[in-house]
């Protein structure tokens, strides 16, 4: 664990000890990238940038931030949450270890996604020294982040693997469109909870390297020059896939939180403690609880 | 100049020697730290004879500045007489602007706690930022507001080939124009 760490903090100065002396950007190349420019060559990918990022980023964004929240709204008026028996038996599904790499995750997200929105909707804030602080904290986020999502990652990949019954899982959406207590057919984790974990560890991967990328700007560690794009066209890229894989990520993360802290009273407290209701997990993991009864172990 | 000026770079490639006599009086005019250079000269086919080409490259104040349209805070202002400016009080160092520039200009100097980007830095065509013109702040900021004073900008100025041209659109591709008909007739 210590190394893990003394690797990622290693990582994070190297990087920013090694700026490139023979700028990649500003000097020799920079005739050819304005030849480059809006040409098919390089897929157009500075007016491309311009386009999405004048004309549809605040938008969509804007969209999701208020559409996502306002179906939850509507579905916990109409619908309402799960309730399910809490002083019954309990089941221990989470170890300390899950739960603390979770609470880190939580806190680089609760940073992460507010600052995010602070950046993208810059100008109504008037810019200047709130928003670049903005910017510096969803950087130091990051760090944290790294540093939760590889054991994320690695602990629970197995048991996020998609199976059959996901996909029926799919086709009733979970079951959330009514308010009746049916066996759900899922792991010990469903499938809304698989797509989170992927779009969080292999999306967050990529938002880190974008990142990264943007945050060093000059640099020369051969990626460019292996995807065989100019520096600056990395660049353009890296933007490009950190604001389109942002608002999904940001949309996701709205879901979470709404399907944790309200659709079903007092998920939350799992985490926390590291016990499920056994009741909560009869019905919303019923495959997962049928393994546990087969196995002897409950 | 016309009423409607369009204030434009333009540097002659049959005239440019290389002499980065521009670069060094922008960055001393405008006491730039070393490792900003608003305006850069870049030779191409270096050493090969008679394909040599030198030119002075820097912000090219574009019409429908790219730059300005992907500002998420909105910091660039865009003069009457074309001059694309920002305020450095606003900027928040993303580096959108240098994403969406066809030509490179935006800079960034590292001078954040480790190595952060700072606000951006470009070319100014010597017209300064928001602040009080010719004030200490603007000076500090931006550089020297030579357009205030009715001057051309430093790098034009003292182009010794007058290569490098500067000014309303259609007035600098007249001079360029009667140049190329004019070349090789023991004209100007
Ligand atoms: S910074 Fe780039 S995009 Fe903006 S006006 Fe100057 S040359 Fe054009
Ligand atoms: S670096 Fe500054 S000027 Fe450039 S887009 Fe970002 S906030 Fe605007």
């Known amino acids: ?298 | 100049m016309s009423e409607q000026a369009r204030m434009k770079f333009f540097c002659d490639t049959n005239r440019c020697i290389e002499c980065f006599g521009c670069s060094v009086a922008c960055a001393e005019a405008h006491e730039l730290p070393v490792s900003i250079s608003r305006r850069k000269v870049i030779t191409m086919n270096k050493g090969v004879e008679g394909k040599e080409v030198s030119t002075s490259i820097a912000c090219m104040h574009c019409t429908d500045a790219p730059c300005a349209q992907v500002c998420p805070v909105k910091c660039f202002y865009i003069r009457e007489d074309g001059i694309v400016l920002h305020d450095k009080n606003k900027c928040i160092g993303c580096g959108y602007c240098l994403y969406a520039c066809p030509f490179g200009a935006p800079q960034f100097p590292r001078d954040g706690a480790f190595g952060t980007k700072g606000a951006m830095d470009k070319c100014t065509m010597c017209a300064g930022g928001p602040e009080e013109t010719n004030s200490a702040a603007e000076r500090h900021l931006y550089g020297q507001n030579r357009i205030a004073e009715g001057k051309v900008p430093i790098c034009a100025a003292m182009c010794a080939t007058n290569a490098l041209l500067v000014g309303d659109a259609e007035e600098v591709s007249a001079i360029y124009r009667q140049r190329v008909t004019s070349r090789g007739k023991g004209g100007a």
């Open chain 1, 1 to 298: 664990m210590k190394n893990f760490l003394f690797f990622i903090l290693a990582l994070f100065f190297s990087v920013s000890a090694a700026y490139a002396a023979d700028t990649r950007i500003w000097g020799e190349m920079i005739i050819p990238n304005i030849l480059a420019y809006g040409t098919a060559e390089n897929y157009n990918l500075g007016p491309l940038f311009v386009l999405l990022q004048s004309q549809y980023l605040r938008l969509v964004f804007a969209v999701a931030v208020i559409a996502v929240p306002a179906i939850f709204a509507t579905h916990y008026f109409i619908v309402g949450p799960k309730v399910f028996i809490h002083d019954g038996n309990k089941i221990y599904i989470f170890s300390v270890f899950q739960r603390i790499i979770h609470l880190l995750a939580a806190v680089a997200f609760l940073l992460l996604v507010p600052t995010g929105l602070m950046i993208i909707f810059g100008r109504y804030l008037g810019g200047g020294t709130l928003v670049e602080f903005a910017r510096h904290i969803h950087g130091f986020a990051t760090i944290v982040f790294l540093v939760s999502v590889i054991p994320m990652f690695l602990f629970w990949f197995v048991e996020m693997l998609p199976t059959t019954y996901d996909i029926k899982w799919v086709f009733i959406l979970g079951g959330y469109l009514s308010k009746q207590k049916k066996e759900i057919p899922a792991g010990k984790f469903n499938a809304g909870q698989k797509m989170w974990f992927w779009m969080c560890t292999l999306g967050g991967f990529v938002m880190i390297a974008t990142g990264i990328f943007m945050y060093l700007q000059d640099f020369d560690y051969g990626i460019a020059t292996a995807l065989g794009v100019s520096q600056i066209d990395l660049l353009r890229i890296s933007v490009i896939a950190h604001n389109i894989l942002a608002v999904m990520i940001t949309a996701f993360f709205f879901t979470h939180v709404y399907m944790s802290l309200f659709a079903i009273k007092g998920a939350i407290h799992s985490i926390i403690t590291g016990y499920k209701e056994e009741d909560e997990v009869k019905h919303l993991h019923s495959m997962y609880y049928k393994k546990l009864l087969a196995s002897g172990k409950k």
